[in-house]
């Protein structure tokens, strides 16, 4: 009974939490944007829960929160000049109804380009690059 219990436990904790991935795009070839500048894009891809399909819950999933988030690690690295590419939200209420309108999963997504720091961006030059 009580490895039941520890185990039900553990799947609850597991289906409560939400967690954010985060990428950055720092190889361009040499390539520069229109003012001569390196671009970097960083893009954040979130999976959360909302209850009842709206009411966010658990994780950012809301694009403003999203924004706040990447905007946020962007500026911690010394980066500037931000430009969104990309944002999107999908609700996934259908997956396995009626659990899924009651506890939704959401995956939220975001791709800005952003100016580095001179830091940073002497930290990727200095890399090998991977082919």
Known sequence: MNRLLRSSLLCSLLATTACSFHSTATHWNGMRDADGKPVFVKTTTNIGFNLLIIIPVLGNTTIDSM???????IAGEGGSRVRVIQSGSENYWYGWSPFTWIVTPIVTDVALEYEPSQAE??????MPKSD
């Open 67 to 73: 924004l706040d988030e990447t905007t946020h690690a």
């Open 121 to 126: 961006f002497d930290k990727a030059t200095a």
